[in-house]
Nanobody
Framework: QVQLVESGGGLVQAGGSLRLSCAAS????????MGWFRQAPGKERQTVAT????????NYAHSVNGRFTISRDNAKNTMYLQMNSLKPDDTAVYYC????????????????WGQGTQVTVSS
């Protein structure tokens, strides 16, 4: 499994931006599909975005499409989530995940998870 550590969360006003980072321990980071997920209090975990091992393919949940951008830097073993035009509904704990199976868009299977970082958007 891969050790994952998220950072970059915080409190921001509606309309603002945040950039989340996910640092991975794997020496073969480039062999993993990666994804961002979020879970708000009392709600189920939601897939936010996923990215293939090369970064050439990305997929987004409808609710964030056009506002969030997922990317990765395989040389730095790091994945990012740029979040713009944030809304109060984006408030959640955000988790990154890694999977060494085939990339399947939002249906990709992930088996390593980070501890999460809190994002709070005030109105």
């Amino acid at each position: 499994q891969v050790q994952l550590v998220e950072s970059g969360g915080g409190l921001v006003q509606a309309g603002g931006s945040l950039r989340l980072s996910c640092a991975a321990s794997a020496r073969t980071f480039s062999g993993y599909a990666m994804g961002w997920f979020r879970q708000a209090p009392g709600k189920e975990r939601q897939t936010v975005a996923t990215i293939s091992w090369s970064g050439g393919s990305t997929n987004y949940a409808h609710s964030v499409n056009g506002r969030f951008t997922i990317s990765r830097d395989n040389a730095k073993n790091t994945m990012y989530l740029q979040m713009n035009s944030l809304k109060p509904d984006d408030t959640a704990v955000y988790y990154c995940a890694a999977g060494d199976g085939p990339y399947n868009g939002l249906g990709t299977r992930f088996d390593s998870w980070g501890q999460g970082t809190q994002v709070t958007v005030s109105s």
